[in-house]
Each structure stands twice: as C-alpha cells, then as structure tokens.
C-alpha cells in the first residue's frame, strides 16, 4: 500500500500562485509514477500533470500548459505541483496518484486539497 497526502490548498487571487505537495509512505517512491489531478464541480477528474520515476520524462495537460511546473524529491518521497497564473478555471480539487511500473492504471490517490481561485 502506499499513502499520499496532499498539502497546500487554498484560496488565492487570480494571477497568484501556489505549490502544492503530496508526501507518499508505504513502498518505494522511485518505482512509481506521480501525478496530479483535478475536478471540478459538475465536470470530471482530468490528468494535468504527471512525472515518470526518477524526473525524466513529464507530462502536462494542455489546459495547464506552461503555467504548472510537477516536479519530485525521491530523497523526500514527494511530488510537486507549483501552479502559477492562477485562473478561476483552476478551482477545483487537486489530487494526487500513484501509477506502479506493471499498472496500467492509477492505482493509489490521497484525499485530495482544495484550490479555489476568487477573480
């Protein structure tokens, strides 16, 4: 099993910023793919971001395309998610998953932080 725990959320102002985290425990971090999701009211879970095991390949949404930054410290075992530009598109809840190297599909999410954007 893996535990994430997301941190972070909040209530921000159009055009600000902030950096969200999730610290994993349970299994070894490296072997997992991280990434972040979100949902908004009424709408479904979308992928904006994720990272493969060591930071060597990223992957970002086209929505979030150049204003979220996901990153990792294996050495910490946490994931990232700075988000910069902040629109009130972004209120949503952010959440965190765990892909294993043999999973085709998310297989650990934590709680998930809220992040609502005022304009």
């Known amino acids: 099993q893996v535990q994430l725990v997301e941190s972070g959320g909040g209530l921000v102002q159009a055009g600000g910023s902030l950096r969200l985290s999730c610290a994993a425990s349970g299994r070894t971090f490296s072997n997992y793919v991280m990434g972040w999701f979100r949902q908004a009211p009424g709408k479904e879970r979308e992928l904006v971001a994720d990272?493969?095991?060591?930071?060597?390949?990223?992957y970002y949404g086209d929505s979030v395309q150049g204003r979220f930054a996901i990153s990792r410290d294996n050495a910490k075992n946490t994931v990232y998610l700075q988000i910069n530009s902040l629109k009130p598109d972004d209120t949503a809840v952010y959440y965190c998953?765990?892909?294993?190297?043999?999973?085709?599909?998310?297989?650990?999410w934590g709680q998930g932080t809220q992040v609502t954007v005022s304009s």
């Open positions: 998953a765990a892909k294993g190297r043999a999973s085709l599909q998310w297989d650990y």
């Open positions: 990272i493969r095991y060591s930071g060597e390949l990223v």
